[in-house]
Nanobody
Framework: QVQLVESGGGLVQAGGSLRLSCAAS????????MGWFRQVPGKEREFVAA????????NYADSVKGRFTISRDNAKNTVYLQMNTLKPEDTAVYYC??????????????WGQGTQVAVSS
């Protein structure tokens, strides 16, 4: 199973940008779909973005379309989330997840520990 470690979170002003990284270890990364989710206290974890195993297909939550971009570098075993034009409502803990397909992210328990993103108004 793939192990995941997120980084790149922090505090940024509204309108700013951050790039999150998720470093993966394990033999299955290059054949796994990858994605990002986020969660705020008291709410369900919500889907943000996903990318197929080869980077050829992506999908996004409506709330982040046009602002966030997911990508992956299989040579570096890393998936990224470029977040632009950040809004206060993007504040959350962001989690990386792996799965056999974009529809089954996290089903096998492959989650990172999360990285905090805070956007001030």
């Amino acid at each position: 199973q793939v192990q995941l470690v997120e980084s790149g979170g922090g505090l940024v002003q509204a309108g700013g940008s951050l790039r999150l990284s998720c470093a993966a270890s394990g033999r299955t990364f290059r054949s796994s779909a990858m994605g990002w989710f986020r969660q705020v206290p008291g709410k369900e974890r919500e889907f943000v973005a996903a990318v197929s195993w080869n980077g050829g297909a992506t999908n996004y939550a409506d709330s982040v379309k046009g602002r966030f971009t997911i990508s992956r570098d299989n040579a570096k075993n890393t998936v990224y989330l470029q977040m632009n034009t950040l809004k206060p409502e993007d504040t959350a803990v962001y989690y990386c997840a792996a799965g056999s397909t974009r529809a089954t992210l996290g089903d096998s328990g492959a989650w990172g520990q999360g990285t905090q993103v805070a956007v001030s108004s």
